[in-house]
């Protein structure tokens, strides 16, 4: 599966982005889907995650009540990231990925992501 984020930028805090990940190649195969985000000289953190349809997601607390993750209603291949009240702690680059493994239940590990996006910007300035 190839991956494709986009929607990165610069805000305010408190301000919204929202941002894409469009999934191709995976044909005839069920994953479930995610979001991690990372900034410099850190490790890549959790985020949120979505199954196969879209039913199910798990959240890190830090986002919890501000981020929304969704998957497209025709096409499953396509996830999204609605972002809300938006601190300067959020800026990082977001990173979507796909699991075959989270296609029931989401997964929140990276390790147990398959493939991995390039990655959006994600700027909140005070």
């Known amino acids: 599966v190839q991956l494709q984020a986009s929607g990165g930028g610069l805000v305010q805090a408190g301000g919204s982005l929202r941002l894409s990940c469009v999934a191709s190649g995976g044909t005839g195969s069920n994953y479930g889907m995610g979001w991690f985000r990372q900034t410099p000289g850190k490790e890549r953190d959790f985020v949120g995650a979505t199954n196969w349809s879209g039913t199910s997601t798990t959240y890190a607390d830090s986002v919890k009540g501000r981020f929304t993750i969704s998957r497209g209603k025709v096409f499953k291949n396509t996830m999204y990231l609605q972002m809300h009240s938006l601190k300067p702690e959020d800026t990082a680059v977001y990173y979507c990925?796909?699991?075959?493994?989270?296609?029931?239940?989401?997964?929140?590990?990276?390790?147990?992501?398959?493939?991995w996006g390039r990655g959006t910007q994600v700027t909140v300035s005070s």
């Open positions: 990925a796909a699991a075959r493994g989270g296609s029931i239940i989401p997964t929140t590990t990276p390790a147990e992501y398959d493939s």
